[in-house]
């Protein structure tokens, strides 16, 4: 072994955690994921082989993942998420599908669209439960606080504390997503 090949080793050993779970965030199919990932490492021993010079192998590393994920959204549908509705400032219905990007807006705009919805779910299922119910229920199902209270036997202010909680797990965990889109 050369090397530059042991070199190429140690990075992909160093690197494939974290870039596996980069991938998985994005790609709710975990065979899609797994293509990805050694897709991206065929490329990274191509350009080894190459002698293709790459100053910031990890930056490299995830541009390149960042490049296949949008080739497999060009390719696929998005899978619809719900059909919940909120309302407007204006009491206007809005479905979730209102507040996305739409899957026509071309490729960029559809693999945003597939990322917010994943990590949407993913932050979601982190909550616990009577947050997760409560958010769910208030936000995406509209119901009111009120009616929840009479339903469940809970205190109005305690569920509107649990939301309170669910909604600041969910700005902290979007935020970092928001950021990374908003720079283009």
Same mark, same amino acid.
């Given at each position: 072994m050369t090397e530059r090949d042991r070199q190429i080793s140690e990075i992909i050993a160093e690197e494939r955690s974290r870039l596996?779970?980069?991938? %998985? %965030?994005?790609?709710? =199919?975990?065979? =899609?994921? &797994?293509d990805i990932l050694q897709d991206v490492f065929y490329e990274l021993v191509e350009a080894n082989r190459l002698l293709m010079p790459i100053e910031h192998v990890?930056?490299?590393l995830? %541009?390149?993942?960042?490049n296949r994920i949008t080739d497999l959204f060009r390719k696929k549908k998005p899978e619809t998420f719900s059909d919940a509705a909120v309302e =407007?400032?204006?009491?206007?219905l !809005?479905? *979730?599908? =209102? !507040? *996305?990007?739409?899957?026509?807006?071309?490729? &960029?705009? *559809?693999y945003f669209r597939n990322v917010l919805l994943d990590e949407l779910e993913f932050a979601l299922g982190e909550l616990p439960d009577e947050q997760r119910e409560v958010f769910v229920a208030h936000e995406l199902e509209g119901r009111s606080f009120k009616e929840l209270s009479a339903e469940s036997g809970v205190n109005v202010n305690t569920l509107l504390s649990r939301k309170r909680y669910a909604v600041l797990h969910l700005r902290e965990q979007l935020q970092g997503i928001y950021d990374e889109f908003a720079k283009k």
């Open positions: 596996r779970n980069f991938i %998985r %965030r994005r790609v709710p =199919d975990p065979r =899609d994921a &797994e990890t930056g490299w995830f %541009r390149v993942a960042r =407007d400032e204006d009491g206007e !809005l479905q *979730l599908e =209102d !507040l *996305l990007p739409s899957p026509d807006a071309g490729p &960029e705009a *559809l």
